[in-house]
């Protein structure tokens, strides 16, 4: 699924960036050009990382 339309951002590769150590939007963004133009993919982009964050913290965990 895309989450930012201007820049063809997918959420597989926002979970793929947070995968190679982002660990926040502001740090996937230095990865990739996520929510860098019109804005309106900032809320869902940070969901995606955050989820995954949490995702990731619960499988470490268990
Ligand atoms: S949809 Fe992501 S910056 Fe416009």
């Not at 502001?26 to 996520?34: F, I």
Request: proline letters at 2%; charged letters at 25%.
């Amino acid at each position: 699924m895309f989450v930012c339309i201007c820049n063809a951002i997918s959420d597989r590769q926002i979970r793929a960036a947070v995968d190679h150590g982002a660990a926040s939007l502001a740090e996937v963004q230095c990865k990739l050009p996520v929510a860098n133009c019109c804005g309106h993919c900032e809320d869902t982009a940070r969901q995606v990382v955050d989820e995954h964050l949490l995702d990731r913290r619960q499988r470490q965990a268990g």
